[in-house]
């Protein structure tokens, strides 16, 4: 059990429940009929889905490393390098690959039920999400594409797509179906999830490099990227500040603001010690707790604000 907990990076998981606890809120607050009730079945698929496809990106990327070589050389920390497993000899790539199988396959079916239930769009981030599991490690860390598809595909996405399955129906245009404050804090999301790729690159930039990966890290260099993070938690930030002075938000959403002091630790960290692993271990650490932080009080301000 330590194993596999370890392997499916289990303390991470909880990311994608917070970010279908997002698309739940605002299906709460935008219910699409008065008379709309809470479905704890579609809550519980949701969560079931999004996590089995979040589960499934981390085994095949361990499997990946694994025969990529890249496990046998990174430098392992608590948030980032993998679980080292495989290499141990504690699992064999078949079981991972199998797994990795199998909660793509649960993920999946999960996009076609709300794809045919609920709206066709659904069918697009799943088909979207798929991609980025599969096609990661051999195409879009490859190519400085891993950053973005992860924000969208375990980020946005999610957000949206919760929200669509449980508001929507097929006879709902594409235009009138999603709320502009649902669109607009769905990329806060998006971009923590991004950042959270980004600076847990910054460990393993030798091992990745020498993997074959050309991701963010690997192209501008650790300085550089540190300037991309600071720019990304800033960009963050700045909308959830900025979406109730244009009203387009309620005042609540100001608690997600509470993990801003972390951030602005871990974003200074990442710029004075990116070169630094062991110093820049504190950065990671405060990142996560920023991320995972932010989600939830986004969530928590919405159902708050519906109660």
Known sequence: MKVWLAQIRANFLVL?????????????????????????????????????????????????????????????????????????????????LRVAVITLIIALITGIYFSVTAHWVIMI???????????????????????????????????????ISVHASYSMPLDKMIPSEVIWLSIPPGILTSLLLLINQFPDTDADKEGGRSHLVIRFGKKKAAWIYAAGMFITFAIIMLLPVFRVSSFWVYIALLPLPLAVKATMTAIKYGED??????????NVITVLATDLLIAVAIFIEVL
């Open 16 to 96: 994608s429940v917070f970010l279908v606890l997002i698309g739940l809120a605002f299906s709460v607050k935008y219910p699409s009929s008065p008379t709309q009730e809470f479905s704890y079945i579609k809550a519980f698929m949701l969560m079931i889905g999004v996590v089995s496809a979040h589960i499934s990106v981390n085994l095949f990327n361990e499997y990946s490393d694994f025969f990529t070589r890249i496990d046998f050389s990174t430098t392992r920390t608590p948030f980032s390098g993998g679980s080292g497993m495989m290499v141990s000899g504690k699992s064999s790539p078949s079981e991972v």
């Open 125 to 163: 981030f799943a088909i979207i999400g798929a991609f980025s599991i599969i096609f990661y490690t051999p195409l879009l860390s490859k190519n400085m594409l891993g950053e973005l598809f992860a924000g969208l595909s375990l980020g946005t996405f999610v957000v949206l797509g919760t929200y």
């Open 277 to 286: 692993t062991p110093r820049l271990i504190p950065a990671l650490g405060n």
